[in-house]
């Protein structure tokens, strides 16, 4: 078996495991050629390459995961003891809801300015609600929380 061949562009000898051509730079391993240690390994280097990107996007979407959860996790924890501030105290039919509903009116509450530009496409304003805020309590004009609004129970 010969230890050299010809380099398919220049004609020069080129060892028979090099992928390029010591004289002119052609790549050596192409169509035709044949695949030597060399051209092996590179296909395993992208394999690799490969799996590491993989690898590291779901690491990446589990992290993301786990710090959302980490960040709602608590968002229930807030609530005073006589009920959402400025609401007053919760009605039964919220105090017997789940933890994180009971927390989404707590966001809502303080989060009125954000809420108001976001409409609900839920039909409710044949109910009179103007926005998701409404869905949540109802609003005088300066902002301020008349009562609680039952629609975003669910």
């Known amino acids: 078996m010969p230890s050299t061949q010809p380099c398919p562009k220049c004609s020069a000898p080129v060892p028979v495991d090099s992928r390029f051509c010591q004289n002119c730079g052609a790549n050596t391993s192409g169509a035709g050629g044949k695949s030597g240690p060399a051209r092996v390994s590179a296909a395993g280097g992208s394999q690799t390459r490969l799996f590491i990107v993989g690898a590291l996007a779901i690491a990446l979407v589990v992290v993301?995961?786990?710090?959302?959860?980490?960040?709602?996790?608590?968002?229930?924890?807030?609530?005073?003891?006589?009920?959402?501030?400025?609401?007053?105290?919760?009605?039964?039919?919220?105090?017997?809801?789940?933890?994180?509903?009971?927390?989404?009116?707590?966001?809502?509450?303080?989060?009125?300015?954000?809420?108001?530009?976001?409409?609900?496409?839920?039909?409710?304003?044949?109910?009179?609600?103007?926005?998701?805020?409404?869905?949540?309590?109802?609003?005088?004009?300066?902002?301020?929380?008349?009562?609680?609004?039952?629609?975003?129970?669910?």
């Open 64 to 154: 993301a995961v786990l710090g959302g959860m980490a960040f709602f996790s608590g968002k229930g924890t807030a609530l005073p003891e006589g009920g959402i501030a400025g609401a007053g105290p919760l009605p039964d039919w919220l105090q017997n809801a789940d933890p994180d509903i009971i927390a989404d009116y707590a966001w809502a509450a303080e989060h009125h300015e954000e809420l108001q530009y976001i409409p609900c496409y839920c039909g409710c304003g044949s109910v009179g609600h103007t926005s998701n805020a409404t869905c949540y309590y109802r609003w005088d004009k300066n902002g301020k929380i008349l009562g609680y609004d039952s629609h975003a129970l669910g």
